[in-house]
């Protein structure tokens, strides 16, 4: 069964600071990965999708990459802003299947 | 638009009732998805439907009953819930099998009373 973690559970950092979220699963047979914010009682607001074939994709002040052979995945912020304060989830897409199995989350919170 | 809609955003019901959910997507998605998310737990896949077709049902109770009636449309039908299945209920959608990237709804919160 595939399991996806992340590390870690909660981070707290003050505005400004450059920081990583780690993500690591199980299977090989992730096919693609996906990094996700969600706030408070909302939906999942896709941030970033690494595609089997990639090893990283970038966007804005985020940038993700993949390494399927370590079975491992990190996002990072750059220069952060108390507006990046959410739940940050990684779930990986199974290879067969629509199926997307997803890790506990990172709860971050920046400080102003 | 990278918009799936999802309505009520809100809803309390008793354990007799009977209620629906809707989602709602525009983007010519052809996989939609039922997830459920408990307080401070990540989502769990309860239902995915591919081209109109239940494709994976992950052993959910007969209470809940999906339905997919045209490619744009994917309705929860709810029936004799029970407390626990309080939950948030989120759809997504993506393109179809193999380009996969999700997009998911803002949920329906769900209190069963």
């Known amino acids: 069964k595939q399991e996806v973690t992340q590390i870690p559970a909660a981070l707290s950092v003050p505005e400004g600071e450059n920081l990583v979220l780690n993500c690591s699963f199980t299977?090989?047979?992730?096919?693609?990965l996906q990094w996700f914010r969600q706030d408070p009682g909302k939906g999942l607001t896709s941030l970033l999708l690494?595609?089997?074939?990639?090893r990283e994709q970038t966007s804005g002040r985020l940038n993700a990459s993949l390494d399927k052979s370590s079975g491992r995945s990190t996002l990072y912020i750059a220069a952060s802003q108390p507006g990046d304060s959410a739940t940050y989830l990684c779930?990986?897409?199974?290879?067969?299947?629509?199926?997307?199995?997803f890790g506990a989350g990172t709860i971050l919170r920046v400080k102003s | 638009d990278t918009e799936v809609t999802q309505t009520p955003k809100h809803l309390v019901m008793g354990m007799t009732n009977k209620k629906s959910l809707k989602c709602e997507q525009h983007?010519?998605?052809?996989?939609m998805y039922w997830y459920k998310q408990k307080a401070k737990k990540p989502p769990e896949l309860m239902f995915v439907?591919?081209?109109?077709?239940?494709?994976i049902n992950e052993s959910v109770p007969s209470r809940f009953s999906p339905e997919c009636p045209n490619s744009s449309l994917l309705n929860l039908h709810l029936h004799a819930l029970q407390p626990e299945d309080s939950a948030l209920y989120l759809c997504?959608?993506?393109?179809?099998?193999?380009?996969?990237?999700?997009?998911f709804g803002q949920g329906t919160r769900l209190t069963v009373v």
């Open positions: 997504a959608s993506s393109q179809g099998r193999w380009v996969t990237e999700a997009f």
């Open positions: 299977d090989s047979a992730i096919y693609n």
């Open positions: 690494i595609q089997s074939s990639q």
């Open positions: 779930a990986g897409h199974m290879e067969y299947g629509n199926k997307l199995v």
């Open positions: 983007m010519g998605h052809r996989a």
């Open positions: 439907y591919s081209y109109e077709k239940l494709s």
